[in-house]
């Protein structure tokens, strides 16, 4: 790499940490989201304990399997709050007018800074979901190197497209002053679409519709890929990951882009 | 009849130390180490009823918490507060029917609703009967010449504007005193005007007994016959304004410049600035008399420019805070 | 002044009246965003009410509760988590307006700052949580006058436990100095028991839901007696949401007392 590019991505990552500093100096703020990630958790375990105790496997999984799933499906869900409502206030309030004169890729920028953030709140929920899976359904299904370095980088994917899908949402502000209910809706969508139930639970049309929408990229990918592991499919899983991913970032070039037209020439 | 009244008012906190590193924290879970600051120790004044009192102090007197204590929000830890002839302390709500605060800084008026909602809603809150609230927010509308912003809501009035509405709306139920806490903090010059007028205005028709503390010496003048000024949590200052600007007084500045440049040497007194044709000096009145020095100056060269300055009292009160935390232990 | 009960009793009810309007009209003054918050909170609503209707498909009926069984709690849960925030908009920042000193403000009038400072504000997407529970209602089979008015007092009696519940945590702040953490799990906890059937939770921890997180008394009790048409068990219940009350009231005193000596809460001089 040349130095100028170096210094060009040194930027980045520099926001990517230093947000991630800022992020890891308010404890009990993400102490609040642990909690709650282990109390949603530990109330599904005992649903499922419930549904399981008369049938050995719903809609192909077992106990274990639906639990692990639940696990690992929370994860990026926990992990990317507030991202959406950190942009949009800025654009709202007129903050972005001067963010936007800054010699950086503002949506780059954007994505470091809340990357950095989301990887330290992310890391004390994997720890705790790992550790409340073991207790309540048994050691992980994890059979080899591959698989897991399949889910790690299969999670990372997921919490790259919940942080690009909120910032595209939030970049609707620059048009739609009361646009928290895009996030709504998007997070309500993403919830029934493979984050609180496994796609292979819906029913069968509902759920193969949902397999063209880039919700089973945010939370069934990851979760499937650590309860039923097998390399094809595992692997265009990732896939369409990376392309939903590709897709939502050219999203938000397109949506600053137009955007910051309007910002220039109606003033904000 | 005297309105407010402390006796060696005093109030210690006793103050969590918060340990630097992890051990120490840990250690301060189970047992805190505290340590015991004395905000205000053993204040005494009087204010008599329809008086107006400036209460000054640097940042962190023990001015807030003393206004505290004598609106029953603190309990104090020593001595004894009477305000209206109740003990704020111990008959906090009886007291609050008859006093009104404004803290600059706490609105009691709702952001998002025009303030006749939040003054419809005080009326409730004071139990007014619906025929004297309405009289009262009239009169209150005209004299305070808020009727035009009533119905505006509160986040888009100018912050001129919503003080003044703030004072209206605390004095719905036309207390006997009033507290005010910073009132002009943040105004522009016009705004500070208006306020302190209606001030003065209200003492004066009224006879409402004005308690107000300020960093603004504007605010001291203009609405204050006497002051009180308290460092370190006791009063080192308690005169009327009279007397204070009498100190002002004793010191002036007086300022030269000369046609061209000129060797500025007076026996006994050295000039605060100089530099080739012009100089500044600081004169005690009690020490030189200032004819005889403006008659030196005149003679030692040809004069451009000549000021005699009062001390503004604004130094006045900084040299009392100086002086208090010389005074200290 | 009128110092009678009577008379009292009226001063406040002009007072709470004079409040909730001004709430109501606060909430209306952004007329938009109050109709996004209340669908919002519906659509969020929904989105479960979908993944319970999966999920019993699938199995039949999770922990002794069948659809419609899970349908009446979310719509009492919800309608009484809306009416706690909607009379009683503060009640969960209690906490953070004592420990930014706001109290001061309430402290300074003449009204039972307990009362003064929760009631004067709404939340404006609970409004969505109390209508959706009505509409959930009015959706399932049987609607009548007698089933209306039985929910309405359920749901009532719901929102005295939740406000009573969710201030006493608020108030750990005057005991703790920040307890945010804490008081917020144990609002999560609280709501998100009263949304599952108690049977699937573990007998060793039901004795909490009639204790420190009365579940039982916000939706596993009113569930039953709403399914059994049991008035009987109304006046029972409010006797229960009394007490919670008058339990989180005497932790409020407490707290009041540290706050009135200065101390605790980070002491700002």
Same mark, same amino acid.
């Given at each position: ?38 109390? !949603?958790?530990?109330? !599904? ?11 050995? @496997? ?19 869900? !926990?992990?990317? @709050?507030?991202? !959406? ?9 007129? $903050? ?20 950095? @953030? ?24 994890? #059979?080899?190197?591959? $698989? ?83 390399? #094809? ?7 369409? $990951? ?23 020439? $109606?003033?904000? | 009849?005297?309105?407010? &009244?402390?006796?060696? *008012? ?17 250690? &301060? ?35 807030? +918490? ?54 419809? *809603? *005080? ?34 009035? &100018? ?24 009132? +002009? ?27 107000? +503390? ?70 005690? +009145? ?44 | ?68 069984? =899970? ?162 068990? =109304? ?35």
């Amino acid at each position: 790499m040349s130095s100028a590019a170096a210094l060009k991505a040194r930027k980045y990552l520099v926001a990517a940490s230093a947000s991630a500093r800022a992020r890891a100096a308010y404890r009990g703020d993400f102490l609040g989201s642990v909690i709650a990630y282990c109390l !949603f958790v530990f109330v !599904f375990s005992r649903v499922w304990r419930s549904a399981y105790a008369a049938r050995p @496997s719903i809609a192909g999984y077992d106990y274990a399997m639906s639990l692990w799933y639940f696990v690992v499906a929370e994860i990026p869900y !926990f992990g990317s @709050s507030g991202h !959406f409502r950190e942009l949009a206030g800025d654009i709202k309030s007129g $903050q972005v007018a001067y963010l936007v004169a800054r010699p950086y890729g503002f949506v780059g920028y954007r994505f470091a800074q809340a990357a950095g @953030s989301s990887l330290v709140a992310v890391l004390p929920i994997l720890g705790a979901g790992a550790a409340l899976g073991g207790l309540v359904a048994g050691p992980p299904p994890l #059979g080899s190197a591959a $698989q897991a370095a399949l889910l790690a980088a299969s999670l990372a994917l997921a919490l790259a497209l919940q942080i690009l899908l909120q910032l595209a949402l939030a970049l609707t502000a620059f048009w739609v002053e009361e646009n928290s209910a895009f996030l709504w809706i998007y997070q309500k969508l993403a919830l029934v679409a493979g984050t609180l139930l496994p796609l292979e639970f819906l029913p069968e049309t509902a759920s193969r519709i949902a397999r063209w929408t880039p919700f089973p990229a945010l939370a069934y990918a990851p979760a499937r890929i650590l309860v039923a592991f097998a390399p #094809g499919p595992s692997l265009r899983l990732l896939g369409a $990951q990376a392309a939903w991913c590709a897709a939502a970032w050219i999203l938000c070039l397109a949506l600053y882009g137009r955007g910051r037209r309007r910002l220039v020439s $109606q003033g904000g | 009849m005297g309105a407010i &009244s402390a006796r060696g *008012l005093s109030k210690t906190f006793s103050a969590k130390v918060k340990p630097e590193g992890l051990a120490a924290s840990l250690r &301060s879970l189970v047992k805190p180490e505290r340590r015991l600051v004395e905000a205000v120790r053993g204040v005494s004044f009087e204010v008599e009823r329809g008086e107006a009192v400036a209460f000054l102090g640097p940042n962190g007197a023990g001015k807030s +918490t003393t206004i505290k204590m004598l609106t029953g929000i603190l309990h104090p830890s020593g001595g004894r507060a009477e305000v209206l002839g109740l003990d704020p302390s111990r008959r906090r709500v009886e007291l609050a029917r008859s006093i009104g605060a404004v803290f600059g800084q706490k609105s009691q008026l709702w952001f998002h609703l025009p303030p006749s909602d939040s003054f419809r *809603l *005080l009326g409730a809150v004071y139990e007014l009967d619906r025929r004297a609230f309405e009289a009262r927010r009239d009169e209150l509308a005209e004299r305070f010449g808020i009727r035009d912003y009533l119905d505006v809501p509160v986040r888009k009035l &100018s912050l001129g504007e919503r003080i003044r509405c703030e004072i209206a709306a605390s004095l719905l139920h036309s207390p006997a005193a009033l507290f005010l806490d910073e009132p +002009t903090i943040g105004l522009d010059v016009v705004a500070k005007r208006e306020v302190r007028a209606l001030l003065e205005e209200l003492r004066a028709d009224e006879g409402t007994t004005i308690f107000l +503390t300020s960093h603004d010496i504007g605010d001291i003048e203009k609405v204050c016959k006497r002051a009180i000024v308290i460092h370190h949590g006791a009063v080192v200052v308690d005169e009327s304004m009279k007397d204070l600007k009498h100190r002002s007084l004793a010191k002036k500045l007086v300022g030269v410049k000369y046609a061209r440049p000129t060797a500025i040497e007076l026996p006994g007194l050295e000039p605060v600035k100089r530099t080739a044709d012009a100089a500044r000096f600081e004169v005690d +009145t009690r020490a030189h008399r200032i004819e005889e020095l403006l008659r030196a100056l005149v003679e030692l060269g040809e004069v451009e420019d000549l000021t005699v300055e009062d001390e503004s009292l604004e130094s006045v009160i900084a040299a009392i805070y100086e002086d208090g935390a010389g005074r200290k232990e | 002044m009128d110092l009678s009960i009577r008379g009292r009793a009226r001063a406040y009810a002009t007072f709470l009246g004079a409040s909730f309007s001004a709430n109501l009209k606060s909430v209306l003054e952004y007329r938009a965003n109050f109709l996004l918050q209340v669908f919002g909170m519906m659509l969020n609503n929904a989105a479960f009410a979908l993944f319970w209707g999966i999920l019993i498909d699938r199995t039949g009926g999770i922990g002794g509760y069948s659809f419609e069984d =899970v349908m009446v709690v979310w719509a009492l849960v919800s309608t009484a988590f809306g009416l706690a925030h909607v009379v009683a908009g503060n009640v969960r920042s209690l906490g953070d307006i004592a420990v930014r000193g706001e109290l001061d403000v309430y402290l300074l009038q003449p009204k039972d700052a307990f009362v003064n400072v929760l009631c004067s504000r709404t939340v404006v997407s609970a409004w969505g949580d109390f209508l959706y529970g009505y509409l959930v209602l009015c959706l399932l089979p049987g609607l009548s006058a007698g089933r209306l008015l039985l929910f309405s007092l359920l749901a009532a009696e719901g929102a005295l436990v939740f406000a009573a519940a969710f201030a006493a945590a608020e108030c750990l702040a005057f005991f703790l100095g920040n307890s945010r953490s804490l008081s917020e799990a144990l609002h999560e906890f609280l709501l998100s028991f009263s949304l599952y059937p108690e049977k699937v939770f573990d007998p060793g921890m039901r004795w909490a839901f009639y204790t420190i997180l009365p579940s039982g008394f916000i939706a596993f009790v009113p569930l039953a007696a709403f399914k059994a048409m049991d008035w009987g068990l =109304v006046p029972i219940l409010f006797l229960v949401a009394a007490a919670y009350m008058a339990a989180s009231y005497a932790l409020f005193r407490a707290g009041l007392r540290r706050y009135e000596s200065g101390n605790q809460m980070g002491t700002r001089l």
